[in-house]
């Protein structure tokens, strides 16, 4: 079974950076899925980005587009999200998952999922 940790949160300035890891353990994930949620409190998870285990094929939200970044490493089972340009609206908790549909994974109905990072921006 495909198991997911996140890593990375924590505090950042407006203007700041975080680093977001996706640690995968379990079957090749070789054809899923990946993405990136988070979630504000009392709101429904919002996506944020996506990728192909393959890395051909990504998506990200305009909320983020142009400030983040995700990528994987085959090598070494992770995914990460590279956060830049903070803004105090992204303070959240941030999930990742798994899915072998893109569709299933956009649409936040993916079984597979970690247990969230929190992330807070503040000056």
């Known amino acids: 079974q495909v198991h997911l940790v996140e890593s990375g949160g924590g505090l950042a300035e407006p203007g700041g950076s975080l680093r977001l890891s996706c640690a995968v353990s379990?079957?090749?994930?070789?054809?899923?899925?990946m993405g990136w949620f988070r979630q504000f409190p009392g709101q429904e998870r919002e996506y944020v980005a996506g990728?192909?285990?393959?890395?051909?094929?990504?998506y990200y939200s305009n909320r983020v587009g142009g400030r983040f970044t995700t990528s994987v490493d085959n090598a070494n089972n992770t995914m990460t999200l590279e956060m830049n340009s903070l803004f105090l609206e992204d303070t959240a908790v941030y999930y990742c998952?798994?899915?072998?549909?893109?569709?299933?994974?956009?649409?936040?109905?993916?079984?597979?999922w970690g247990q969230g990072t929190q992330v807070t921006v503040s000056s």
């Open positions: 990728i192909t285990w393959s890395g051909n094929d990504y």
């Open positions: 998952t798994a899915d072998l549909s893109c569709t299933t994974v956009a649409a936040g109905r993916a079984t597979i």
């Open positions: 379990g079957p090749s994930l070789s054809g899923y899925c």
